[in-house]
């Protein structure tokens, strides 16, 4: 819990915030492993790098967790620390750099812009935002970060020492606590240390309603957000890699409800994914619209009741 001074502090800090406007917006979420990239980003450079064999990697910072009752990204973590001691300098450029080599699915590099640009043509604001239990550091180092493609990058990064080394977790991001950037993101409270995200709104205030999101992931670390936007009607979409055509993670994710579609993760124009999407725009538009006639059929009654 928070002290007093703790509270006074925060209260002094200004913190940005997204309000609602005349547009309705609609929030694109996305895991980053296996969903935007067909491999975990650690394993696309970096763990090769440190002297490691991959699957051994992996197995080592499992069996660090359960022998510590540690989260599961905090061990990856710190394996990443204590590897790279005497090896290389783990600091934010270094960790950029790695993200700049990570391999992305078919289209991805242009996905974001390109679907922007149909929404402002349907008069619907598209937003996208990463939620993910990789690297923010690696993530804002590949090519669609740099291009300015994400909203926001919710993700696990480090703490820097004053010589840019980094020295602890900043922040872990595991499969729970994800749905906490969906209620950020819904009232545009985005700064993770904004304590605004806990202010009651009403729901005609709401920037992003839940029916307005899209959640695309690919396995079960993403299942909390995916019921959480399937519960208040919004839309998930299950991913699996073309090249294998590997359909089980998304079978299971149909067969236990959490999952409403699920297509190849290829992001090219024309794909199953893409045509999705555009329909959930599409679908977005026309809602909208229904939305603002409740809402101000609603607002007219409230004050004729009130001046009774």
């Not at 492993?33 to 991959?54: F, H, R």
């Not at 909203?151 to 906490?180: H, I, L, M």
């Not at 890699?241 to 079978?251: A, H, I, P, S």
């Amino acid at each position: 819990m928070r002290n007093k001074q703790e509270e006074q502090l925060l209260e002094k800090d200004t913190f940005v915030r997204k309000y609602k406007t005349g547009e309705p917006v609609v929030a694109i979420c996305y895991d980053f492993d296996k969903t935007l990239s067909p491999d975990d980003m650690q394993a696309q450079g970096y763990i090769q790098s440190v002297g490691y064999d991959v699957p051994k990697f992996w197995e080592e910072c499992t069996r660090l967790a359960r022998e510590n009752d540690m989260d599961q990204n905090l061990a990856y973590m710190y394996k990443m620390l204590q590897e790279s001691e005497g090896k290389l300098i783990l600091n934010r450029k270094t960790l950029e750099e790695y993200g700049s080599k990570v391999k992305l699915f078919p289209g991805v590099e242009d996905w974001f812009e390109r679907i922007r640009a149909y929404g402002k043509q349907k008069g619907v604001i598209v937003e996208h935002y990463i939620i993910s239990s990789g690297l923010k550091e690696m993530i804002e180092g590949t090519i669609p970060a740099r291009n300015g493609a994400f909203e926001k990058v919710y993700a696990s990064c480090f703490y820097y020492d004053d010589k840019g080394v980094a020295r602890w977790p900043a922040q872990a991001v595991n499969y729970t606590n994800k749905t906490q950037f969906l209620f950020r993101i819904e009232k545009g409270v985005l700064d993770i240390n904004d304590p605004g995200v806990n202010d009651y709104c009403a729901p005609e205030d709401r920037r992003v309603p839940f029916r307005n999101f899209v959640y695309i992931g690919d396995s079960d670390t993403d299942v909390p957000c995916m019921r959480l936007v399937n519960a208040y009607g919004g839309h998930s979409i299950g991913v699996y890699n073309d090249e294998t055509g590997d359909k089980t993670k998304v079978y299971k994710m149909m067969y236990a409800n959490r999952i409403k579609y699920f297509a190849a993760a290829n992001y090219e124009e024309g794909s199953e994914l893409d045509f999705l999407v555009k329909c959930i725009i599409d679908r977005t538009a026309s809602n909208e619209k229904l939305e603002n006639f409740h809402y101000k059929d609603k607002k007219e009654f409230t004050a004729k009741m009130n001046n009774k």
